[in-house]
C-alpha cells in the first residue's frame, strides 16, 4: 500500500521562504510530483523528482532523497497568489502490467500567504 | 492548445439517478484518469485507461461505477444510481508517456457533483 504524508496547513508571510515536507512509504517508487492547487480549481504540475537531489525552477525548487522516503517544495519570495494548496505525489509502478503505473496523491497541504 | 474539457461543470441531481460525466483528454495523449476529490480523502485514483484501454480499476468505489473510453478523444464516468456519498469534485486527467518525460498529469477543470 501507499502512504503519503504531509501538514495539513502551514502560513507564512511575503516575501519570505516556505518549506513543505512530504514522505512517503510505498511499494515501489517511478518519481515524485508536486501540484498546485488553488482553491475551486484543478491541480497544476509543479515539478519532477526521479533522482536524489535538488531540482530548480524559478521560485520554486524540490528536493528527493530517495533513501529516506523524504521530499520538500521550497518556495522563495512568497508571493500572495501562493496561497494554494501543494500536493505531493509518488508514481509506482503497478503489478498489473508492463509499463502500468499509479500515482498516489497526499491530501495536501494548505499554504496561506498572509501580508 | 486546448487543455483537457469536462462537461458538465456542475451537476446537481437526486439520489439514485444516472449520472454521466464527460472528459476529453488533451489531443495526441496516451493516458487518461478519473479522480475524485473531496475534503476528507483528498484526491483519489478511480480508474486509469492506456491508448483507450482499461488498465487499472481498483479506485472504483463499487459496481455502481463504470468508466469507457471508445475513442482517443472521450472517456466518461458513469454513476447509476447515485448516492449522496458521491458528492464530490471529479478530475480527469490526461498524459503523454514519453521515455525519460517526467510524465504529468495535466487536469481538466472537474466536475462538481451535488447528489441531494
Known amino acids: 500500500g501507499q502512504n503519503i504524508d504531509q501538514p495539513t496547513e502551514m502560513t507564512a508571510t511575503e516575501g519570505a521562504i516556505v518549506q513543505i515536507n512530504c514522505t512517503y512509504q510505498?511499494?515501489?517508487?517511478?518519481?515524485l510530483f508536486w501540484y498546485q492547487q488553488h482553491a475551486g480549481e484543478a491541480p497544476t504540475f509543479l515539478s519532477y523528482?526521479?533522482?536524489?537531489g535538488l531540482e530548480e525552477k524559478g521560485r520554486f525548487s524540490s528536493f528527493l532523497s530517495r533513501s529516506k522516503g523524504y521530499s520538500y517544495l521550497l518556495l522563495k519570495e512568497l508571493q500572495m497568489k501562493d496561497s494554494a494548496s501543494y500536493l505531493c505525489?509518488?508514481?509506482?509502478?503497478?503489478?498489473?502490467?508492463?509499463?502500468?503505473?499509479?500515482?498516489?496523491f497526499g491530501k495536501g497541504t494548505k499554504l496561506s500567504v498572509i501580508p | 492548445d486546448a487543455g483537457v474539457i469536462q462537461s458538465p461543470r456542475h451537476e446537481v441531481t437526486e439520489m439514485g439517478q444516472e449520472v454521466t460525466l464527460r472528459c476529453k483528454p488533451i489531443?495526441?495523449?496516451?493516458?487518461l484518469f478519473w479522480y475524485r476529490q473531496t475534503m476528507m480523502r483528498g484526491l483519489e485514483l478511480l480508474i486509469y485507461?492506456?491508448?483507450?484501454?482499461?488498465?487499472?480499476d481498483s479506485g472504483m468505489p463499487e459496481d455502481r461505477f463504470s468508466a469507457k473510453m471508445p475513442n482517443a478523444s472521450f472517456s466518461t464516468l458513469k454513476i447509476q444510481p447515485s448516492e449522496p456519498r458521491d458528492s464530490a469534485v471529479y478530475f480527469c486527467?490526461?498524459?503523454?508517456?514519453?521515455?525519460?518525460?517526467?510524465?504529468?498529469?495535466?487536469f481538466g477543470p472537474g466536475t462538481r457533483l451535488t447528489v441531494t
Open positions: 486527467a490526461s498524459s503523454l508517456e514519453v521515455a525519460g518525460g517526467a510524465y504529468e498529469q495535466y
Open positions: 510505498t511499494s515501489g517508487f517511478n518519481g
Open positions: 523528482n526521479v533522482l536524489d
Open positions: 505525489a509518488v508514481r509506482e509502478p503497478r503489478d498489473s502490467g508492463a509499463g502500468s503505473y499509479q500515482l498516489t
Open positions: 489531443s495526441g495523449h496516451d493516458y
Open positions: 485507461f492506456n491508448n483507450n484501454v482499461p488498465i487499472d
